[in-house]
């Protein structure tokens, strides 16, 4: 048991149900009756009563699921801790490879694909973005973010896969040809999740973009995908827009925070202007955020005039929570 007086990221409660429902693909019925009958997760309340779940609690969730589609009492399950969950789902997967005594070489693609974890999605896709097999790694990635959910595939496989890339890159390993189809692959991909996430009705709004100069919209897709998963209604504009068109935007759709991306710095000093510009032209209201390498470079800059800077991703989730958490006060 956890005795850190601070919790850990994956222990915060962000997620509402709905939210939950949609990246485990359990109902909201289904979800209550499993925590008050089995206590299978013990989501905290809200201001208002509402849940509120962890990462780790839509984690052991996907757990549970997978474990009672494998034909699984749900009673039976449980009261299992989220290890020994996942030391059954692997079993149970292990097993539907050599089902009917099927040697390995005779199952199926597809099933050999569900047993892969994400550090083998990583793997089989920088390989296929080796041989620039743009099909193979759309399948890829595609089948993993259906499995995972959008939040646990953009943590666990499309920002280590990003990563490598541009370490790689950076090392003569790989091409700009190479990077750029991944990243394209990956920006398709999470673009289409952040809209079919979109939410409507009383939703708070975050602008998603990254400014003048910035043209890697990659890291801005993501952190759009990632609100929408939490709930949040998406205005995503995409890359290098001038200050005043952001602001422009975001006082037009009246959204609560914008976001911006930035992934490299060619002229810090341009940079921090053109942020001290966007801060100058939003409403004192508006949350102004920014995350990515090129943020953490100037830091110390742009928090001296009111930015909130993320180093991660969770970083600038955790932040967008703060928000929310502050508005329902």
């Known amino acids: 048991m956890n005795t850190d007086t601070e919790q850990s990221a994956q222990d915060v409660p962000r997620h509402p149900i709905a939210v939950v429902a949609e990246r485990t693909g359990l109902s909201q019925d289904l979800l209550r009756v499993w925590e008050r009958r089995y206590r299978a997760v013990e989501p905290k309340r809200g201001v208002g009563g509402h849940r509120l779940y962890s990462d780790a609690d839509v984690t052991r969730l996907r757990l549970l699921s997978a474990a009672s589609s494998a034909g699984r009492s749900i009673g039976h399950i449980a009261g299992l801790s989220s290890d020994e969950l996942s030391r059954i789902v692997q079993e149970d997967a292990e097993a539907r490879l050599t089902q009917a005594g099927r040697p390995a070489a005779q199952t199926s693609q597809s099933e050999r694909e569900l047993a892969l974890g994400a550090a083998d999605v990583v793997e089989r896709a920088l390989e296929a973005t080796a041989r620039l097999d743009a099909a193979e790694l759309e399948h890829l990635l595609r089948r993993s973010v259906a499995q995972r959910g959008v939040t646990a595939f953009i943590e666990e496989v499309a920002s280590p896969l990003l990563r490598r890339l541009g370490d790689d890159w950076h090392a003569g390993r790989s091409t700009i040809a190479h990077e750029h189809l991944a990243s394209s692959t990956v920006h398709d991909i999470v673009t289409e999740a952040m809209r079919s996430l979109g939410r409507r ?43 005043n068109e952001i602001a422009a935007a975001a006082i037009a759709a009246r959204v609560r925070v914008v976001a911006v991306s930035i992934t490299y710095i060619g002229d810090g000093a341009a940079t921090v202007a053109e942020l001290r510009a966007l801060r100058t032209l939003l409403p004192p209201t508006v949350v102004l955020l920014a995350g990515g390498a090129g943020a953490m470079a100037v830091a110390g800059e742009l928090v001296a005039f009111g930015v909130r800077v993320g180093t991660t991703l969770a970083d600038l989730r955790d932040a967008l929570t703060a928000v929310t958490d502050a508005d329902a006060a």
């Open 201 to 243: 009705g009383g939703a708070a709004t975050v602008l998603v973009a990254t400014p003048t100069g910035e043209r890697h919209a990659i890291g801005a897709a993501l952190v759009g995908a990632a609100a929408a998963a939490d709930g949040w209604r998406v205005l995503y504009l995409g890359a290098d827009v001038p200050a």
